[in-house]
């Protein structure tokens, strides 16, 4: 089912953020004047501590949350009354975020399920993308039957299965432990390889933006901003090997120097400038 | 690995095997004091008779208490049913409009404090149909729990699955079947379970406050009639099957809800899996 979308050579950003502002209803500003575009397929992470408003602005994207000030567009392709169609974009929660009474294949399909149409072809989908996460031969497990990788994949299997344009990831694997999280890089990247779909991967660890990402908006708080946005120029095929390689160890340190510069400016210490 | 999983699993059957064999050693013992304290003080039968005599009470007079039975516990059935079916309405309606539920949650509130016994009379001066005015009093003592219940349930829904129903385009009634319904469940067998045993209460009160008119014939009228006549045996044959009654109702409704929930929730999940 190839998107028309993924496939025109269309070169203009996917994500046009204008300005955006976010301002809670306690008068705590958690987004400030955020400018961002975001082209199709790229592999943009959002990296900031916590508390920088990355999840809010993921929200933003996706639709979820209202911005208080500025101009929000996507260009993904509108059906006839105006709204961009169900499953054009993917969303993986921080948590599984999985219906516990509902067994593996039926949550993957609740996309589809959700927009009426749940046949033998949808059916062939989902079986497909359980399979590429990497759980066949668990359709019909219950999500408390697995473990917290497993129920992740699942998640992602969700969010894939609608072959979305636009795939947003809010610190998918900062529950994980570090064995898993590893191996669920890989097959992120894998999985983001087959289709190139335009990613924004929230995170607050350097060396997961810097292993997945094409690009990495780095981001402080109180208010949100993005003070630094850097290309990661890096092979686009990534491996093991790549997380002991000099150029790896030196995108990590631009980044890192650019989170301590933010933090520093933060709590104002001018010592460290 | 294999030797310690085999160790834990006798543990717990034998765990089970005293869940039901220390009540009733206990409940024989407590039989046995009460029948010898009976006859070694030579208390009379209508002040209190003992465990023997009620079990021979009950053979001879089962078959007509068995009938009565039958009055009170269609009450406490129709009543339940009733429950189950409005009260889900109502909780339904409350989750749909917050101005429902807000202005009318109180009144259920208060529907609930009043003591039955105290509006039983008026109920069945207005209603006519004998059946029905008992219905009407055991469901008003039943259909709180479900309500309340149900309610908190249907607002418990995973705010990050709403969001991603909503992602997704879901129409109010999708969000409902899907996402609502499910999570309201184990909530809503929760506050059946509790409804049973009000049910059952509530059709012999109900019950009570009718059979001094004379009306009926369900086994609360037969306790009275038991009380008036110092047939204080029967009266205990009576109580005897009503408690029998509410254990057995319990059970059922436990059974249902472990057997609708048994694949996810952790309240039906056996001990053995975990």
């Known amino acids: 089912m190839p998107s028309p979308l993924s496939e025109s050579r269309d070169t203009d950003s996917i994500v046009r953020l204008r300005g955006i502002g976010k301002r809670f209803g306690s008068g705590m500003t958690a987004l400030d004047a955020i400018d961002l575009d975001i082209g199709r397929g790229e592999f943009l992470s959002l990296l900031g501590p916590s508390g920088c408003g990355k999840t809010t602005l993921l929200r933003i994207i996706a639709g979820l949350s209202e911005p208080s000030a500025g101009v929000r567009r996507l260009s993904l392709a509108t059906d006839a009354g105006g709204h961009i169609p169900s499953g054009r974009i993917g969303f993986v929660f921080q948590d599984p975020t999985l219906m516990p009474w509902s067994t593996v294949v039926d949550n993957v399909l609740l996309p589809f399920r959700l927009a009426g149409r749940v046949g033998p072809a949808e059916r062939e989908r989902a079986k497909a993308e359980i399979d590429s996460v990497g759980l066949a031969g668990f359709e019909r497990a219950y999500p408390r039957q697995l473990s917290g990788g497993m129920r992740m994949r699942v998640s992602i299997a969700r969010a894939l299965v609608t072959d979305p344009v636009l795939l947003l990831l809010d610190e998918p694997f900062a529950a994980l432990d570090e064995i898993t999280r590893m191996a669920l890089n890989d097959d992120l990247m894998w999985l983001w390889d087959r289709r190139r779909p335009t990613v924004v991967f929230v995170t607050h660890s350097v060396f997961e933006s810097v292993y997945l990402s094409t690009r990495i908006a780095v981001m402080t708080r109180r208010p949100g901003r993005i003070v630094a946005d850097v290309p990661v120029g890096l092979p686009q095929r990534r491996d093991r090997a790549l997380r002991t390689s000099p150029g790896y160890a030196a995108i990590c340190a631009t980044i890192s120097n650019h989170l301590a510069k933010a933090m520093a400016a933060e709590i104002n210490a001018p010592v460290l400038k | ?274």
């Open chain 2, 1 to 274: 690995m294999r030797v310690a999983q085999s160790r834990h699993v006798r543990r717990l059957r034998s765990t089970r095997r005293w869940r039901i064999a220390a009540p009733l050693a206990v409940g024989v013992a407590l039989l046995a004091v009460w029948e010898a304290v009976v006859r070694v003080e030579g208390i009379p039968h209508y002040i209190l008779p003992g465990p023997l005599l009620i079990a021979e009470t009950l053979w001879t007079d089962g078959p007509s208490l068995l009938g009565s039975l039958m009055v009170t516990l269609r009450i406490t059935l129709a009543a339940l049913a009733a429950a189950a079916i409005l009260g889900s309405a109502i909780a339904l309606l409350f989750s749909l409009s917050r101005i429902l539920e807000l202005s009318l949650f109180p009144y259920t509130v208060i529907l609930q404090v009043t003591p039955i016994v105290a509006i039983a009379p008026l109920i069945i001066l207005w209603v006519r149909e004998p059946f029905l005015a008992l219905l009407v009093c055991a469901w008003i003592v039943a259909f709180f729990p479900v309500v309340a219940n149900t309610t908190v349930g249907l607002n418990s829904a995973d705010r990050n699955l709403l969001a991603l129903f909503r992602l997704y385009g879901a129409s109010t009634g999708k969000t409902l079947r899907y996402l609502k319904l499910p999570t309201a469940l184990p909530y809503f067998l929760a506050g059946l379970r509790i409804s049973g045993g009000l049910a059952l209460i509530g059709a012999v009160v109900a019950e009570f406050v009718a059979g001094t008119g004379g009306t009926e014939t369900g086994l609360a009228f037969r306790i009275l009639e038991a009380g008036y006549r110092l047939a204080i045996p029967r009266l205990f044959a009576a109580l005897f099957l009503l408690s029998v009654t509410g254990i057995v109702i319990y059970l059922v409704l436990d059974f249902v809800s472990r057997l609708l929930l048994r694949h996810w929730h952790e309240s039906a999940i056996a001990e053995e899996e975990e």
